[in-house]
């Protein structure tokens, strides 16, 4: 992973280049207040004022150069603002001019991240470090890096090497590192305890066999908070089969549980003053002669019966049964997140997870905890007429919704029969995945969501001081 905390240091005098930003409104003043070979410069390099871009100004000796970068506005710096220097300027030591980079140190650092497993890299490129006045935002900023590179770094192995098993080690170290406690529960007690989990899971080699992972932290008097993640390692649609295309990127169905994982982590590391209750359903949804099939009824741990519309609907019917255990807890708050549907993506693209709440309060905490962190959720109803499309002639619910109308919702749908009425719940459909880069986001896995839902319970927990 990359050291983080080598990228941003505190500015005791060091020396450094210093950035000056300007955004199109201001430019015009400070150009004309520059020396003429900074001008020149400028001028050569086509430099405007606008996001994204830079030009090196000269200074009085060949390597006395410093930065003129563009942002869309330099009185309120958005997280990746400054992602784009960050990626494309020589390795060297960097501070802003007369400012703080504030948000914008989290895009600084993460548009350094380099998932490099599985390559030998003959030309390294070099750190670019950047200085902070604000000694109090560096360790939050590094954290949070640390938590988008875990939820990248999970979602881009492959998934031979982030099966269910692979899922456990992970969370046997973040529990290590914060005393928390792990229990997994697998074999014949999944298979009657957790009977959905199991049936998804079954058909996957031994190696692979499905989990249920739990991870407890925290002092049982303060709120229990439950964080349910969707850890399908790898899915193959089952008996359902998905063809090629599809089943290219579904080393990513375990987004879900890299989220929920991550969340967990900044909790801990943050020490929120909650009880918390982190639940990841682990399987592969794999073929083979015992794989669960088209037609079957499934008893969820709840009691409910689900009939088996399409084996490729199976997040919901893992989610079901970890959701369950977790409103036996009696938490005061509920956050799953899935890479759930394609049809959340067909509605809102990539970059938008889709968001359903059954509390209205809860919800605008998230748009707005999205909003403040360049973390953006929309919101999709719960809409109860779609129930209907749930309807099984033979059991008490199907799990998949018939003619292809509102899959997002249906599913969403699906999952609220598992949680308790008067218990907020919050359910995240989102990609985890970014097909074409940006600054500070490469192309691949992505954390969508997450620092959302971790300023939304910062807000709700965290002493105010």
């Not at 192995?157 to 456990?168: K, Q, Y």
């Not at 598992?418 to 995240?428: K, L, N, Q, R």
Request: negative net charge; contains cysteine; proline residues 7%.
């Amino acid at each position: 992973m990359t050291d983080f905390a080598e990228l941003l240091k505190p500015d005791n005098g060091q020396p450094a280049r210093s950035i000056h930003l300007v955004d199109t409104s201001s430019f015009p003043g400070w150009l004309n207040a520059q020396p003429e070979r900074a001008r020149t410069a400028v001028a050569a390099q086509k430099f405007s004022g606008k996001g994204f871009e830079h030009a090196i100004l000269p200074g009085d000796a060949a390597d006395d150069w410093s930065v003129v970068a563009g942002v869309a506005d330099v009185g309120t710096l958005s997280s990746w603002c400054l992602a784009k220097l960050a990626e494309v300027l020589p390795a060297g030591t960097y501070r802003l001019h007369d400012r703080r980079p504030g948000a914008a140190a989290l895009g600084w650092l993460t548009a350094q991240y380099r998932f490099d497993r599985y390559r030998r890299e003959e030309n390294p490129v070099g750190a670019r470090i950047l200085l902070s006045e604000d000694v109090r935002q560096i360790e939050p900023a590094i954290v949070m890096a640390e938590a988008v590179a875990l939820v990248r770094d999970m979602v881009n192995t492959p998934a031979a090497d982030m099966g269910p098993p692979d899922l456990e080690a992970a969370a046997g170290v973040i529990a290590s590192a914060y005393g928390a406690k792990v229990e997994v529960t697998q074999g014949d007690p999944l298979a009657t305890g957790y009977p959905m989990i199991h049936a998804v899971g079954r058909a996957a080699d031994r190696s692979f066999a499905p989990r249920l992972i739990e991870l407890t932290w925290g002092d049982p008097k303060n709120p229990r908070v439950a964080i349910v993640g969707k850890g399908v390692c790898f899915d193959s649609g089952g008996l359902d089969i998905k063809p090629s295309s599809g089943m290219r990127l579904m080393k990513k169905d375990m987004g879900g549980a890299a989220h929920a994982l991550a969340l967990a982590k900044l909790i801990m590391a943050n020490r929120l003053p909650v009880h918390l209750h982190l639940l990841i359903p682990a399987v592969e949804n794999a073929i083979s002669g015992n794989a669960f099939r088209p037609g079957d009824v499934l008893t969820s741990r709840k009691g409910l019966t689900v009939e088996i519309g399409n084996t490729d609907a199976e997040g919901r019917l893992v989610l079901g049964d970890a959701l369950t255990k977790a409103v036996e807890g009696n938490p005061e708050l509920i956050l799953d997140f899935a890479t759930l549907t394609g049809a959340a993506r067909v509605a809102l693209g990539p970059d938008l997870p889709a968001l359903f709440a059954n509390d209205d309060g809860l919800a605008q905490d998230l748009e707005q905890a999205g909003t403040a962190t360049n973390d953006p959720l929309w919101r999709l109803p719960l809409w109860s007429g779609y129930g209907e499309m749930l309807k099984s002639d033979i059991a008490d619910v199907n799990n998949a919704g018939e003619g292809g109308f509102a899959g997002s919702i249906t599913a969403a749908l699906f999952l609220q029969k598992f949680v308790a009425d008067g218990t907020p719940w919050a359910h995240f459909d989102t990609f985890a995945w970014r097909p074409a880069g940006k600054p500070g986001r490469p192309k691949g896995g992505e954390a969508l969501g997450l620092r959302a839902a971790f300023a939304m319970l910062k807000m709700r927990y965290e002493p105010q001081t």
